[in-house]
């Protein structure tokens, strides 16, 4: 049986991040508040048990390795690094989504436009278009959330 542990970061409505770790630690799953939600590690038995019996939570993401980038070379540098083959196999679809605080990489559509170059050279995934497929089969795009705090940038799955 996989054992493996992911970080993950459960988020929730501004103001419930205290109780949306309660509720959690109610479910087994000690966790840290956090703004915007709460930061904890557990299963993939465990994502789905978070999924299925929060209440609190909006979403799930899995946490990448942070690391620090000061310019987009390095962006995309740190970004190709990152284990997205674990979770994504070519011909995926994904959808990239930025925030930028306080970064001196403070255009988010040039950091959406980097992740992405990235995500279809090294992975073979095929960037949302928006265009909604007839297909009801079809899967929704996975997203990639990227948050650059200053020099600090945060990359996650949405696994809900």
């Known amino acids: 049986m996989n054992r493996t542990s992911f970080l993950l970061f459960a988020t929730c409505a501004p103001g419930l991040e205290s109780v949306l770790g309660r509720e959690l630690a109610e479910l087994g799953f000690p966790s840290e508040p956090r703004e915007g939600g709460v930061e904890l ?3 993939s038995e465990g994502l789905f048990r978070i999924a299925l019996g929060s209440a609190l939570a909006e979403g799930v ?5 942070s690391f620090v980038a000061r310019d987009f070379d390095v962006l995309m ?13 070519p011909g995926d679809e994904v959808r990239v989504k930025v ?4 970064s001196k990489l403070w ?3 040039a950091i959406e ?14 960037l949302f278009d928006g265009t909604v497929e007839a297909d009801e089969d079809a899967a929704d795009p996975t997203t990639i959330f990227v ?3 200053g020099d600090a940038v ?5 696994a809900t």
């Not at 993401?61 to 390795?65: A, C, I, M």
């Not at 925030?99 to 306080?102: E, K, N, T």
């Not at 945060?154 to 949405?158: G, T």
């Open 41 to 43: 590690r557990a299963t």
């Open 61 to 65: 993401r899995v946490r990448l390795k």
């Open 77 to 89: 540098e740190g970004v190709s690094r990152l284990p997205f083959r674990a979770y994504l196999r």
């Open 99 to 102: 925030v930028s605080y306080r």
């Open 107 to 109: 255009h988010s559509g």
């Open 113 to 126: 436009e980097r992740v992405g170059k990235v995500l279809v050279e090294r992975v073979g995934a095929r």
């Open 147 to 149: 948050r650059l705090t």
């Open 154 to 158: 945060q990359v996650s799955l949405d």
